[in-house]
């Protein structure tokens, strides 16, 4: 699948989004990411272990809780997945958190039902990362290649109809 239909996917009408490694400080990419899901009105919950709340969002400590929420059709504190038809998730963690995070998604049952997309920010990946997201059959769902959402989203939103 082309980078350009990887970014359409990743985008949808039903769509939770994610984004792993959100940050309270203005300066960091996990703050200006989050700020651009919630500047474009997108379904979005911060991830970070150490945070409650960022931007106004509540914070919730690992994408597993958002997958099983998401199967569940339930709600984590503020966030509603009542009526969501999947996850795609922005990476903003360093490489190893990242691989450790996927080795987490798929130790949950229907994880690939789930996932939508993953976009790795320049950074968030290496080789092993890419490795791991080809062996648990998420692969062809990777947004990477230094592709950035605060560059591509706009063409993504389009072409996905949102």
Not at 5 to 14: Q, T, V, Y
Not at 36 to 49: A, K, R
């Amino acid at each position: 699948m082309s980078m350009k239909l990887k970014i359409k996917s990743f985008f949808g009408p039903s769509r939770q989004y994610a984004v792993t490694g959100a940050s309270n400080n203005p300066s960091k990419f996990g703050f200006k990411i989050l700020s651009w899901y919630i500047s474009h009105d997108l379904p979005v919950v911060p991830v970070n272990p150490k945070e409650t709340e960022i931007l106004g969002q509540q914070v919730i400590p690992n994408v597993t809780k958002i997958i099983s929420s998401i199967q569940d059709h339930s709600k984590v504190g503020s966030h509603d997945f009542s009526s969501t038809d999947g996850l795609s998730i922005s990476f903003l963690t360093p490489p190893h958190i990242t691989e450790a995070t996927l080795r987490e998604i798929a130790g949950i049952s229907g994880y690939q039902q789930i996932i939508k997309g993953l976009w790795f920010q320049p950074g968030s990946y290496d080789q092993a990362v890419l490795e791991t997201a080809e062996s648990i059959g998420l692969f062809d769902k990777v947004v990477y290649e230094d592709e950035c959402i605060l560059i591509r989203g706009e063409e993504g939103l389009v072409s996905a109809n949102l």
